[in-house]
């Protein structure tokens, strides 16, 4: 009998290969079930929404955030193509809790809980077949459908009286310094020619929620930097006030140096538009500026 070495039989044996990684993943027909199946829970909810930014103008801007976050995920494919599917049950309290607030929603007959348990059961959804790493890498796009959902009718109250105080207080305070005398009673302003109402149609709120979302997305497109991203958003929101009291500014003018009924017909329909467009270039000038100095700030460091 023939005896073969150790050495050679060891030799002989195929090396063990490393394992890949595994990435689990769903038969498509489990997916379309479970859309079909959130699409014919939130239907109803789905067609009362995409009515409203219809109808409303001062959410029309709700079209644009679902393009804009498939347009994110769509971007960022081959990054998640990468990453490793682990489910966790975590996610279930998460999609308990979406559907709790989808339950609240529909009893109360209160429209923006049901909209908002959408997002909690997309967010339950995702770590319960994905896992956290997939959660944290959609985590800005799914955050931005928050803007989609349009605000309470009683927060939105709440805000819109302000603004309009404050776009009549500045109105007030300005047009004495251009020769015009003003008396201000609220939120009127009684001019020589006639008195102008800040309505709150003219309170800024439209131009203010509008330049929030695309503050969102200028800076997603133009900025890698987190914290100008940030400042980019927050810096909408004294831009948008700053321009619509420019806007009642200049009606208050034209009112008193020339025509009265000019000034309530196009050019208040113009004058919109023209103070968002005016309220876009600020930004993009503040971002600007911005990256100046934090240029500077970096070379220095």
């Not at 959410?59 to 955030?65: N, W």
């Not at 997002?119 to 985590?139: N, P, Y």
């Not at 149609?201 to 439209?206: D, F, L, V, Y």
């Not at 208050?252 to 025509?259: K, P, S």
Request: charged fraction near 10%; hydrophobic fraction near 55%.
């Amino acid at each position: 009998m023939n005896s073969v070495p150790v050495r050679e039989v060891l030799q002989s044996e195929p090396s063990p290969t490393p394992v890949p990684a595994t990435r689990l993943s769903h038969p498509w027909w489990q997916l379309a079930g479970l859309a079909a199946l959130l699409l014919w829970l939130y239907y109803p909810i789905l067609t009362r929404l995409v009515a409203q930014w219809w109808n409303d103008p001062n959410f029309s801007h709700g079209f644009f955030v679902p393009l804009f976050s498939a347009f994110v995920i769509w971007q960022q494919r081959s990054q998640l193509a990468g990453l490793r599917l682990q489910p966790s049950w975590w996610g279930l309290p998460f999609l308990s809790a979406g559907l709790c607030v989808l339950i609240l929603g529909q009893l109360g007959a209160e429209l923006f809980l049901s909209r908002v348990s959408l997002l909690i059961v997309l967010a339950g959804l995702i770590v319960l077949f994905c896992g956290w790493t997939f959660s944290r890498a959609l985590l800005f796009p799914w955050a931005f459908l928050l803007l989609m959902i349009p605000i309470p009718t009683m927060v939105f109250n709440q805000i819109t009286f302000p603004l309009q105080l404050l776009a009549s207080k500045v109105a007030s305070t300005t047009l004495p310094w251009m020769g015009v005398p003003v008396l201000r009673e609220g939120n009127v302003i009684i001019l020589p020619a006639m008195a102008l109402e800040v309505a709150e149609a003219c309170s800024g709120i439209r131009s203010l929620m509008s330049l929030a979302t695309l503050a969102v997305i200028y800076g997603y497109l133009m900025e890698r930097k987190v914290g100008v991203r940030i400042l980019l958003a927050l810096a909408s929101i004294p831009i948008a006030v700053a321009a619509n009291s420019l806007r009642i500014v200049g009606t208050g003018l034209l009112v008193q140096y020339w025509d009265p009924q000019k000034a309530e017909g196009f050019f208040h329909e113009f004058s919109g538009w023209l103070v968002f467009v005016v309220s876009l270039v600020m930004l993009y000038l503040l971002h600007r500026v911005v990256r100046i100095f934090w240029r500077e700030e970096g070379t220095q460091a």
